[in-house]
Structures are given as C-alpha cells and as structure tokens.
C-alpha cells in the first residue's frame, strides 16, 4: 500500500517562472492538505481540498498560488512567477473520507524542495 | 501564526538517556499530534491524543496532555542515535481540519 506521493523530490525554477507540484494521496484517501515548511521551521497550513473542491485555503497567498484536486489524478499546488521567498519545502498529506469528525491522522508525503534562483 | 510553542529549541543527550520536549498551544482543541521529522525528509506521525485523554504510551513514547494549561509533553524514553531528529506538536482546532504545527524541538543523540 503505497504512501502518500509527492513529485518531483527537488525542483529548481528562475524568478518568474511556474512551479507546478503534485501529490497522490493514499489509495482510499480523499482529502488533501498542502503545507509549507521555510528553513529551520515548522510546517505552516496552505489549503486542504477534497475532491473537485477547496473547502479551507485560508493558508495560501492571495496572488500568485493556486490549487485543485480533480475528480481524476493528483492534486496540483501551482504556483506562478515564482519569487525568491517560494523557495522551501512542500510538503503534501492526506486523510481517509469520513475526516471531520474531530480525530484523525494526516499521512505526510516525502515533500519536494522548490529551489528559486 | 504559530500555535504551538515547543521547548527546549534544541536538545543534546547521550544514548540512554529520556528525552523530553514540550509543547503550548493557545487554542481550544480536538486532539494534539507529535511528529518526527528527519533532516531533510517529511514527517512520520507518532503518536495522537485526543482532548479528553490525559496520558498516552507507545513503545517507548508517553505523551501527556493537560488541556487546562494548553501544554502536552513527549518523553522519549531510553533514547538512541536514530532517534536524532526534529520532532513538532500539531493541534486540530475545534471545528477545523488544518494541523498547525509548532516550532520545532531538535534533538540529537549521541552515541
């Protein structure tokens, strides 16, 4: 049973272009979580999605970020014109349908670290 | 911002030895999560107690809650050079489904 998947590992992008970045959840699972962890930092909370829909994005930026999880394949974080300060770590989670019910365990993809230059 | 608090920041001991950390939140919650972090690679959950749970054990991990001074602690017991690594607290807030993690206890063990 495969974890959750993050792809690519390490991704390298100059100032102004697009980083795309994808997740595929636990098999079974149908919500997501994106998160950002900067150097010598804790993880902070970007969006959580289900399928088809954004139900928190109260964590992302307001321009610039963007994400989805369509009724077929990974989700997507997008992040356009990529800045210095992007740079970090992503990291992806996901949890089992019939999350909400106040206890639950989110399972932690390996990340991918955007670089910037 | 930030929820948790953890402390110490960094923590040096030798194998053997218990290893504990610290965590305060602010908010009123459903459950507290720790987590381990190795350099460089994502997190491993550990252990979840719930709001209405006081202590947990697994393996060599006990984690208490005290809900009424918003404060959880991990003890790593008999502690070994693998378990070198970061190790954040989580909280799931009342009636949200986002973690929000800490700062951070680093904790190294020597040999």
């Known amino acids: 049973n495969a974890g959750v998947m993050q792809n690519p590992r390490h991704l390298v992008r100059r100032r102004g272009q697009e980083a795309r970045l994808r997740c595929s959840p636990m098999k079974g699972h149908s919500h997501v979580y994106w998160y950002r962890q900067l150097p010598e930092e804790g993880l902070k909370f970007m969006v959580y999605l289900q399928k088809e829909n954004i139900i928190d994005e109260s964590g992302m930026p307001k321009e610039r970020f963007s994400a989805e999880f369509p009724k077929e394949g990974p989700s997507i974080l997008r992040i356009q014109q990529v800045v210095r300060g992007d740079s970090a770590a992503y990291f992806c989670a996901s949890s089992p349908p019939g999350t909400g019910t106040g206890t639950y365990e989110q399972y932690f993809g390996p990340g991918t670290r955007l670089t910037v230059t | 911002s930030q929820q948790g608090e953890e402390d110490p920041q960094a923590l040096s001991i030798q194998e053997g030895e218990n290893a504990t950390m610290n965590c305060s939140y602010k908010?009123?919650?459903?459950?507290l999560q720790w987590y381990r972090q190795n350099s460089g690679r994502g997190l491993v959950h550990l252990i979840l107690?719930?709001?209405?749970?006081r202590e947990k054990h697994s393996g060599r991990l006990r984690v208490t809650l005290d809900t009424s001074k918003k404060s959880s602690s991990l003890l790593i017991t008999a502690s070994r050079a693998a378990d070198t690594a970061s190790y954040f607290c989580a909280t799931e807030d009342t009636g949200f489904q986002k973690l929000v993690f800490g700062t951070g206890t680093r904790l190294l063990v020597s040999p």
């Open positions: 908010t009123s919650i459903n459950n």
């Open positions: 107690i719930r709001s209405n749970e």
